[in-house]
C-alpha cells in the first residue's frame, strides 16, 4: 500500500506545537517577532511573503513587513538588516530571495546575524550542522526530517541518495540524513549514471529543480521517495521534480506536489522563529 505523506496535515500539526509555544511565551511575557524582507515586488516572491506572514498570524508570531524598492541598492538592504540585527523586538529575519541582480545575496546571508538566521543559510548555522552543534538549520530540508520521523520512516542505516546539491538544501538534506545514521550519496548534474545511483536509494530525495524528472525508472521498488521540487507545468498545474503518477507504484511512501514538502517549509520556519527568540531570552 502506497503511503502519501500528507504534507498538510504534519505542517497543520507543527504550527499548531508552535502556537502553543508561542502562547507559552506571551504568558511569560515575551513575543515572538519575524521580520519579513522583500526586495522589488517579483509574484512568486509576494505569494511566499504572504503565505510566511499568514502563518505567523496563526500561530501568534508578530511580523512586521520591510519592503524596499526593486531597483534598492545593496548597502540600503544590509543598512536594514544591521538595524533588524540590533533591534531587541526582532527575534528572527527573513530576507525573501532571489534578491535583484545589482544585488549580492551572499552578502546578505552573512550580513544577518546568525541568532536571527531563522532561514539557516548563514555558514555559522550551516557549520553548527555540519559538526552537529545546535544551530538554526535550514527550514526546507529540516521540513523533510520532521516528515520522515513523523511518519515513522527511519533513516538509520539506510541508503539515502540526495539529488541536488544547492546550499540552501541538497547539502544541508544530506547533512540531516547523515546525522540520523543514514548512508548517504549526493547526486547532481555531473553524476555519471544517475539513474544506476539512485536506483539503489531507500531514501530518495529530489531536490535538482528538474520537472518531473524523477520518473519510475530511477526508483527501487519500495522506496520513499521526497519531492523538494515546485514548478507550474505548461498546462498550468503545480509538479514536482517527481513525476508522481509514473511513481506512485513503484514507491512505497511519496511526498505529493502540491500538499508536501512546500507546506512544511513555512511551518519550519515558524519553528525556527520561536526556537531563535528562546535562546535570545536566555
Ligand atoms: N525563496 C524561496 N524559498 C525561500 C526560502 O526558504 N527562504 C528565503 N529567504 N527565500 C526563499
Known sequence: MLQIIDGKAISAQIKDEVKKQVEKCKADGRSVCLAVVQVGDDPASSIYVRNKKKACEYTGIESVSCQLPGDAAQEELLQLVDRLNRDPEVNGILVQFPLPPQIDEDAVIRAIS?????????????????????????????????MLKRSGISVEGKECVVVGRSNHVGKPMGLLLLQENGTVTFAHSRTKDLRE?????????????????ITSEYVKEGAVVIDIGIHRSPDN???????????????????????????????MLMSNCVKAAMKQEV
Open 237 to 267: 498545474k503545480l509538479c514536482g521534480d517527481v513525476d508522481f503518477e509514473d511513481v506512485k507504484d513503484k514507491a512505497a511512501a511519496i511526498t505529493p506536489v502540491p500538499g508536501g514538502v512546500g507546506l512544511m517549509t513555512v511551518a
Open 114 to 146: 546568525p541568532e536571527k538566521d531563522v532561514d539557516g543559510f548563514h555558514p555559522e548555522n550551516v557549520g553548527k550542522l555540519c559538526v552537529g552543534e545546535e544551530g538554526l538549520i535550514s527550514c526546507t530540508p529540516a521540513g523533510v526530517m520532521e
Open 197 to 213: 545511483i539512485t536506483k539503489k536509494a531507500d531514501i530518495l530525495v529530489a531536490a535538482m529543480g528538474k520537472p518531473r524528472f
